[in-house]
């Protein structure tokens, strides 16, 4: 059983910067596809970046050039780094695991982003 819980949530005004982390219980980057999607009321969720452990990572064309992940294989913990925020990046953000074989998906409980002024 993959727990994922992620982090780093708030209010930020246009323009700003936030950071969400994602701890997973255990070591398990290897054999899983990491990925952060997000889901804002009324709509789907939808895949915002991904990283895989000896891929390239994938974003959202509306977040490319804003939005970086990275994993730190050491502390078994995913991060979105998220510059020049936008109001319509305001959503629930979800960190999820995928295995790579039998793609099975853990997710975490998600942590709100609100992007106002």
């Known amino acids: 059983q993959v727990q994922l819980v992620e982090s780093g949530g708030g209010l930020v005004q246009p323009?700003?910067?936030?950071?969400?982390?994602?701890?997973a219980s255990g070591s398990i980057f290897s054999l899983y596809v990491m990925g952060w999607y997000r889901q804002s009321p009324g709509k789907q969720r939808e895949l915002v970046a991904a990283i895989s452990g000896g891929g390239r990572p994938n974003y959202a064309d509306s977040v490319k050039g804003r939005f970086t992940i990275s994993a730190d294989n050491a502390k078994n913990t995913l991060y979105l780094q998220m510059n020049s925020l936008k109001p319509e990046d305001t959503a629930a953000y979800y960190c999820n695991a995928r295995h790579i074989v039998i793609n099975r998906d853990y997710w975490g409980r998600g942590t709100q982003v609100t992007v106002s002024s």
């Open 15 to 23: 323009g700003g910067s936030l950071r969400l982390s994602c701890a």
